[in-house]
C-alpha cells in the first residue's frame, strides 16, 4: 500500500521557519524522484521543489535561497526546510513521487503576524 504521509506545517509569523518532513511506504524511495507542491485557496498546485535520485534539485522561482529539499533514503524520507517565510507562502503542502504521480495529504503552513 502506498503512503506519503506529512508533517511539520503550522502557524509561523513572517520571517520564521519551518521543516516539513514526508515519510513514504509502498514505493521504491530509493529510485524514485520526489518534489514538493503547494496549493492555496483560490490558485492552481503550484511547484515548489523537487529532488532526483541522485540529489539534484531545483525549485520554484520564489522560494529559491528560502527552501531547501532533502532527502533521506535511509528513512524513506523527503524534507523540506523553509526559511524567511512570507505571508505568500501560506498553503497546504503535500509531497509526491513525482514519477508515478502518488502524493499525501499535506500539511497546512499558515504564515501570519
Known amino acids: 500500500q502506498v503512503q506519503l504521509v506529512e508533517s511539520g506545517g503550522g502557524l509561523v509569523q513572517p520571517g520564521g521557519s519551518l521543516t516539513l518532513s514526508c515519510v513514504t511506504s509502498g514505493i521504491p524511495f530509493n529510485i524514485t524522484a520526489m518534489g514538493w507542491y503547494r496549493q492555496a485557496p483560490g490558485r492552481h498546485n503550484e511547484f515548489v521543489a523537487g529532488i532526483t535520485v541522485g540529489g539534484t534539485t531545483n525549485y520554484e522561482n520564489s522560494v529559491k535561497g528560502r527552501f531547501t529539499i532533502s532527502r533521506d533514503n535511509t528513512k524513506n524520507t523527503v524534507y523540506l526546510q523553509m526559511d524567511s517565510l512570507k505571508i505568500e507562502d501560506t498553503a497546504l503542502y503535500y509531497c509526491?513521487?513525482?514519477?508515478?504521480?502518488?502524493r499525501g495529504q499535506g500539511t497546512q503552513v499558515t504564515v501570519s503576524s
Open positions: 509526491k513521487d513525482i514519477g508515478r504521480g502518488s
